[in-house]
């Protein structure tokens, strides 16, 4: 999802490594064919993951940044996970 005109410098890596970990643990959704997981959800599995060691407010964060970038949109407590453009 790295767009070539977005002045923004791109997310770190660790990021990213969110945004991959969250997609195969999200859950396909009846709404709009989309993934979601729950904020809470998401954190648990962020502080429970082998992949990433992360710190609560590391896991925060990074959902922050997901969200402000667009990788993410937060709907009622369920995080959605927005497919990346080709």
Known sequence: MTDLTDPRPPLPEWI???YK????HSRNTAVESGQSI???HALEVLRDSE???LEAGDATHALSRLIDRGYL????GELRITEPEN
């Open 73 to 76: 949109y937060e709907v009622t």
């Open 38 to 40: 729950s904020r809470e």
């Open 21 to 24: 970990i969250l997609s195969t």
């Open 16 to 18: 990213t490594d969110v």
């Open 51 to 53: 992949q990433v060691d």
